[in-house]
Each structure stands twice: as structure tokens, then as C-alpha cells.
């Protein structure tokens, strides 16, 4: 069980790593590249 749960939170982290910069598209790129590895960045701790 732990383990699908880790995967979950995962899943959930990358998803807003790697999709949430289509929101930001008035922000520049250097931005949201920093803040979507900072996110990627927490999923990888798990």
C-alpha cells in the first residue's frame, strides 16, 4: 500500500511539473523551467 501511495504523490508532482507551465504562459521561460524543476524536484525526494 505504501508503495502505490508513493507512486500516487508522484504521479501528482510530475503531473504539475511538467504540465503547469501551459498556465504560466505570460511568465518567461527561465521561470517556469526553475519552478517546474523545483517541483520535480520535491517528487524526487519521495
Same mark, same amino acid.
Given at each position: 500500500? /505504501?508503495? !502505490?501511495? $508513493?507512486?500516487?504523490? +508522484? ?5 504539475? %511539473?511538467? #504540465?503547469?507551465?501551459? /498556465?504560466? /504562459?505570460?511568465?518567461? $521561460?527561465?521561470?517556469? =523551467?526553475? !519552478? +517546474?524543476? $523545483? =517541483? %520535480?524536484?520535491?517528487? #524526487?525526494?519521495?
Amino acid at each position: 500500500m /505504501k508503495t !502505490i501511495v $508513493l507512486l500516487t504523490v +508522484s504521479n501528482i508532482f510530475m503531473t504539475f %511539473a511538467w #504540465y503547469g507551465h501551459l /498556465k504560466f /504562459k505570460t511568465k518567461p $521561460l527561465v521561470w517556469v =523551467i526553475l !519552478i +517546474s524543476w $523545483l =517541483i %520535480a524536484f520535491v517528487e #524526487y525526494c519521495f
